[in-house]
Structures are given as C-alpha cells and as structure tokens.
C-alpha cells in the first residue's frame, strides 16, 4: 500500500510523527509511506490553496518533502510533483494538536488535508487529538491516538463506506483528551456546534503604538449535543464523521424553490 501523509502543524510537529507511525503500521513492511507536510504551521488555514504565488519545495530525506504552502498545497504537491502520478492509495492528514471536532471543522488545515485529497478521488482520513485537563502529566499527549489510531484507519478501511460520487466522503477522526487507556471505544458521531463560544478577535497594542489584533478561540471543554463529535469525545469515545465537501443546504431546495416559483 502507498500512503501519503500531511498535516497543518508543520513537517517538525510531534503528531506528525505519530501519523507516519501509524502509517507504517497501516502500509506494512512491502508498503511505502510519502510525507509532503508543511514548511511552517498552517493552523486555520482550512482549505486553501496558494493560486496567486508559487510555493517552494525542498527534499528533505528519503519520500520527505516540505512545501511553502498550506496541507491542501501538500496533497496536491504529493499527487502531481513528488509522486508523479503514481496515485496513493490513502491519504492520512494529521495527527492535529488539539481537536477538530464541531466549528473546528470549518477552520481547519488538517481537515482541508484530507478533503483536497477526496475531490481528487483518494480514500482520506484527517486525525487529531483533542487535548484537555485529565491529560496533564502524559509524557506523551498523543498516547490516545498513538494507541488507537492503527485499528481505527485499518477498521474504516475494512468497512468504511468510501462512495466514488463527485464528492467522495472522507473522514475525520478525533481521539478524546484522555490517556489511551481510559479510552471507552468509537462512537460514529455528526458534526456538533459549541453554542455561546466561538472565534473572535483580542486587540494589543505594539510598543511602536501600532494595533494588531489576535484571533482567539473559545473555550474547548464545552459539549456539544449529545451524540455529535465533541460531546462524544468529553464523554471519552473517539469520534469517526463521515463528510462531503459539498456545502449545499440538500433539505432547504425544495422549499425555496417553491418559494420562488
């Protein structure tokens, strides 16, 4: 099996090695393992691509690579530069620091990793691990998914439902803030919505009297709705969210097309 690996937190980043761990356990000893990553962390970037300026890659190693650009950047760069049209069979986009479950979704590189992966007809799975209090002292905060993370991608690949529509389903997968072994089990799981937090900005000002502003997270302990992503990861299950790059609202067309008849 061929793997190719990304992230958003960068070639250097500990969950990094985590997946390529968990890689290497997937693809086997006959297998092979492609790393295209991130030069510098590109949290939050979502799903962007670099359209309007070129980006830089350099070989870092043997099937390691980084690029000036974002984990959608990567996938691409792996699918068209590195691996010169020898398609992977798995794309894996992670292991993120800190979850992506809920809004997260919406913000994330990790997650475009994985989507940028499926609109180009490959299997994909995005990982994280969500970080919290109960994890304090773990020499390794990455314990859950190091432990669990080789069954989960080995299980969705066995009996996942990977569909070959236009917009082919990937997966994301959050590991709860827990040490491995007080993981309770899987638990398929919608995307959730934290009510009353959210992003938003924290001015400061510069020594020189210049204003910047810093994008700030809410609160990341808050639940979710039962049974959707992040409430399933506080209740100590790793979530697995089947998704679509396809943003239509499915369940308004009819009625608004009825309304504007």
Same mark, same amino acid.
């Given at each position: 099996m061929r793997i190719l690996v990304t992230n958003d937190d960068g070639i250097n980043a500990p969950g990094l090695q985590v997946l390529e761990?968990?890689?290497?356990?997937?693809?086997?000893?006959?297998?092979?393992?492609?790393?295209?990553?991130?030069?510098?962390e590109q949290s939050g970037v979502g799903h962007c691509i670099s359209y309007t300026h070129p980006?830089?890659?350099?070989? &870092?190693?043997?099937? /390691?690579?980084?690029?000036?650009? *974002?984990?959608?950047?990567?996938?691409?760069?792996?699918?068209?530069? $590195? &691996?010169?049209?020898? /398609?992977?069979?798995?794309?894996? *986009?992670?292991?993120?620091?800190?979850?992506?479950?809920?809004?997260? $979704? &919406?913000?994330?590189?990790?997650?475009?990793?994985a989507m940028e992966a499926a609109l180009q007809g490959i299997p994909a799975i995005a990982l994280s691990q969500f970080f919290g209090p109960e994890m304090d002292g773990l020499s390794d905060p990455f314990e859950a998914a190091r432990t669990h993370g080789p069954k989960l991608v080995r299980d969705l690949l066995d009996h996942g439902i990977w569909t070959n529509d236009d917009y082919r389903t990937f997966y994301n997968v959050n590991f709860p803030p827990l040490p491995a072994a007080r993981v309770k089990g899987t638990r398929v799981a919608a995307q959730g919505f934290r009510r009353?937090?959210?992003?938003?900005?924290?001015?400061?000002?510069s020594p020189s009297g210049k204003k910047f502003l810093w994008i700030k997270g809410g609160p990341q302990q808050t639940p979710t709705l039962p049974g959707t992503d992040a409430a399933v990861n506080l209740e100590g299950y790793i979530s697995v969210t089947p998704m679509r790059a396809d943003l239509t609202a499915?369940?308004?067309?009819a009625d608004l097309s009825a309304r504007l008849a």
């Open positions: 761990e968990i890689a290497h356990a997937i693809a086997g000893p006959q297998g092979e393992v492609w790393v295209v990553a991130p030069a510098f980006m830089m890659i350099m070989k &870092l190693g043997p099937r /390691r690579f980084a690029t000036e650009g *974002s984990p959608a950047d990567c996938v691409l760069a792996g699918l068209f530069d $590195v &691996l010169d049209g020898a /398609r992977p069979d798995l794309v894996l *986009s992670g292991v993120n620091r800190g979850n992506n479950s809920a809004e997260n $979704v &919406l913000y994330s590189g990790t997650i475009g990793g009353d937090t959210g992003f938003g900005v924290e001015p400061h000002q499915h369940d308004l067309l």
